[in-house]
């Protein structure tokens, strides 16, 4: 898989990757899963983890400001990585997966 990206945008979608397996990191039990995929013009990156997945309460606005789980921090990590990702043209998503981890997936135009 060759692509590359302008370097201020990598330098953000980097910081947006980060914020999301930080938390998995946080959460796993076990194991974190990190899926790459070029999907037509799209590279789609998921990240999946084995702890007790995103509060199903939370799971609605997880990506605002200053929401967060008992156990969270400021809150800001997901609607940081949301802005940056929009911001480059993708989206992203966060569900829980039947095996009750957390999954979140971002989306975005690889560069032509
Ligand atoms: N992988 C995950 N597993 C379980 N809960 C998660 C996971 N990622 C995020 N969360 C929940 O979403 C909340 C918001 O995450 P985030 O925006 O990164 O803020 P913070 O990490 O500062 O609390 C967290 O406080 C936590 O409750
Ligand atoms: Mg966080």
Excluded: W
């Excluded at 899926?35 to 983890?49: A, G, H, Q, T, W």
Aim: aromatic share 4%; hydrophobic share 40%.
């Amino acid at each position: 898989m060759h692509f590359s990206l302008p370097n201020g945008d990598r330098d953000k979608l980097l910081q947006a990757l980060i914020n999301v397996v930080g938390n998995s990191v946080k959460y796993a039990k076990n194991q974190i899963q990190i899926k790459v995929s070029l999907i037509r013009n799209d590279i789609e990156i998921s990240v999946m983890d084995d702890g007790d997945g995103i509060p199903e309460t939370l799971l609605p606005h997880v990506f605002h400001r200053f929401v967060r789980g008992k156990d969270g921090e400021t809150g800001l990590g997901l609607a940081i990585s949301r802005a940056i990702v929009e911001r480059c043209g993708g989206v992203i998503t966060a569900q829980n997966l039947d095996t009750g981890g957390a999954s979140v997936m971002m989306r975005f135009p690889a560069p032509a």
